[in-house]
């Protein structure tokens, strides 16, 4: 292995290390498993076009805390600029039921930039996004306008919230995470700003994800993880609530 493969590699496990070391989490953390079904359509270099169906449910919860299931769908529509640089456009739609009595539905506009770090992105005959080295470091920013609308006569809300997510994947078996047969690492940590302190338990939180991937081909792609959520009041405040989720994802790509 070479010299720059292994300081890659130093810096993907130094990398893991900081973003699962041991955190407070509260006595009884809730359990979820999400899915992902992401399909997208790479129209040119340029433009992406998608759609994320992501069902998720809470399996287990302290005594006392309902139950709940959510169904969102988000279309999308990226747009690459230049070598280092991709804008994101999503909407989210979204049911939820909260409790027996109580169901609310999102709508969720989403606008953010990605910014590849270490690893631009080269030109060739083929439509898809490649990076240049076994490790990429990428960061995702996005700012959504949240809108919540209820079943009840619970007072609808609105509310503008920043995020902003750290990604690191490592190809394992192959020389690049777009190389056909690659199994890869990849962890992540996101915090989420609320511009104010609405009335609502997961809006101010960091999400840390953990995985494994694997693609199969251009067409297919496979991931799991482990995801834990830490959620608290304001930004000023201690995290109180704790989530730990299984969440896979399979993606097809045309």
């Given at each position: 292995?070479?010299?720059?493969?292994?300081?890659?590699?130093?810096?993907a496990?130094?990398?893991?290390?900081?973003?699962?070391?041991?955190?407070?989490?509260?006595?009884?953390?809730?359990?979820?498993?999400?899915?992902?079904?992401?399909?997208?359509?790479?129209?040119?270099?340029?433009?992406?076009?998608?759609?994320?169906?992501?069902?998720?449910?809470?399996?287990?919860?302290?005594?006392?805390?309902?139950?709940?299931?959510?169904?969102?769908?988000?279309?999308?529509?990226?747009?690459?600029?230049?070598?280092?640089?991709?804008?994101?456009?999503?909407?989210?739609?979204?049911?939820?039921?909260?409790?027996?009595?109580?169901?609310?539905?999102?709508?969720?506009p989403?606008?953010?930039?990605?910014?590849?770090?270490?690893s631009?992105?080269?030109?060739?005959?083929?439509?898809?996004?490649?990076?240049?080295?076994?490790?990429?470091?990428?960061?995702?920013?996005?700012?959504?306008?949240?809108?919540?609308?209820?079943?009840?006569?619970?007072?609808?809300?609105?509310?503008?919230?920043?995020?902003?997510?750290?990604?690191?994947?490592?190809?394992?078996?192959?020389?690049?995470?777009?190389?056909?047969g690659?199994?890869y690492?990849?962890?992540?940590?996101?915090?989420?700003?609320?511009?104010?302190?609405?009335?609502?338990r997961?809006?101010?939180?960091?999400?840390?994800?953990?995985?494994?991937?694997?693609?199969?081909?251009?067409?297919?792609?496979?991931?799991?993880?482990?995801?834990?959520?830490?959620?608290?009041?304001?930004?000023d405040?201690?995290?109180?609530?704790?989530?730990?989720?299984?969440?896979?994802?399979?993606?097809?790509?045309?």
């Amino acid at each position: 292995m070479s010299w720059t493969k292994r300081q890659d590699g130093v810096a993907a496990c130094a990398f893991v290390v900081l973003l699962i070391a041991p955190v407070a989490a509260s006595a009884q953390p809730d359990t979820q498993i999400w899915a992902n079904f992401n399909f997208d359509w790479v129209r040119s270099h340029q433009t992406t076009l998608g759609v994320d169906v992501e069902p998720k449910v809470l399996v287990s919860a302290p005594a006392g805390d309902p139950g709940w299931a959510t169904f969102d769908v988000i279309p999308s529509f990226e747009f690459t600029r230049g070598l280092w640089l991709d804008v994101v456009n999503e909407l989210l739609v979204g049911r939820t039921k909260q409790t027996d009595d109580l169901d609310s539905t999102e709508v969720t506009p989403r606008f953010g930039l990605r910014l590849h770090i270490l690893s631009n992105l080269r030109t060739s005959l083929e439509k898809e996004k490649r990076p240049k080295k076994r490790l990429v470091l990428r960061d995702l920013a996005r700012v959504e306008w949240r809108n919540l609308f209820y079943s009840t006569d619970k007072p609808n809300s609105s509310t503008v919230r920043f995020r902003n997510r750290v990604e690191l994947l490592w190809a394992i078996n192959r020389g690049r995470i777009s190389d056909n047969g690659a199994l890869y690492l990849q962890v992540d940590d996101e915090w989420f700003w609320p511009l104010d302190e609405p009335d609502e338990r997961y809006a101010n939180k960091e999400r840390t994800r953990s995985g494994l991937g694997y693609r199969h081909s251009s067409a297919w792609r496979y991931e799991a993880f482990f995801v834990l959520n830490r959620s608290r009041k304001s930004a000023d405040a201690s995290f109180t609530d704790t989530d730990y989720v299984a969440e896979v994802t399979m993606k097809r790509v045309w």
